[in-house]
């Protein structure tokens, strides 16, 4: 088969996105970090989308996620 045929286990980011997305409209983040560091933001139609990590940006958006997700309490 060819390679675009193959499934792929786990994304990876290869480029990154240095534009600001609407925070409104992510839903999840995932750290990554080969081969590039990055947060990799999921949107709510489940868009995944390689932002770099170290923008100020990214920060404030993976708290405000961070803050709406229901609290774990034991």
Known sequence: GSA???SMRKARCVNLR???LNIQNLVK???HHL???AIVFITRDGIKICVSADQKWVQTAMKKIKEK???KRK
């Open 18 to 20: 240095t534009r600001q």
């Open 35 to 37: 081969p590039l560091s």
């Open 29 to 31: 983040y995932e750290k």
């Open 69 to 71: 997700l229901p609290a």
């Open 4 to 6: 675009g045929s193959q």
